[in-house]
């Protein structure tokens, strides 16, 4: 059974940093692009970083280039976003996933709240 188990997330002021965990289960994590997405209330889930099988990262939000580091232990099967310098806008539910979302399942995610 495919299990997401987010961790790591709470209230941060801005300017302010937290590492989020997550341990997968129930599938071969060396065989896939693995990521963290971010969703934002009353809006969609939107792919925050991304990290390869060997790897490779990708943040394809502008906004999160410099504060936020994708990382991937495939021995302890363990994906993690480090995000420093958070602002108020990085607030939502944080969920670890694959890429492509191939199967088809989602964690309860952690919360991320930015505010003073």
């Known amino acids: 059974q495919v299990q997401f188990v987010e961790s790591g997330g709470g209230l941060v002021q801005p300017g302010g940093s937290l590492t989020l965990s997550c341990a997968p289960s129930?599938?071969?994590?060396?065989?896939?692009?693995l990521a963290w997405w971010r969703q934002v209330s009353g809006q969609k889930r939107e792919l925050v970083a991304s990290?390869?099988?060997?790897?490779?990262?990708?943040y394809p939000l502008p906004s999160v280039k410099g504060r936020f580091t994708i990382s991937r232990d495939n021995s302890k099967k363990t994906v993690s976003l480090r995000m420093t310098n958070l602002k108020p806008e990085d607030t939502g539910i944080y969920f670890c996933?694959?890429?492509?979302?191939?199967?088809?399942?989602w964690g309860q995610g952690t919360q991320v709240t930015v505010s003073s």
């Open positions: 990290v390869g099988t060997f790897g490779d990262t990708n």
């Open positions: 129930g599938f071969t994590f060396t065989r896939y692009a």
């Open positions: 996933n694959t890429v492509r979302l191939e199967l088809n399942h």
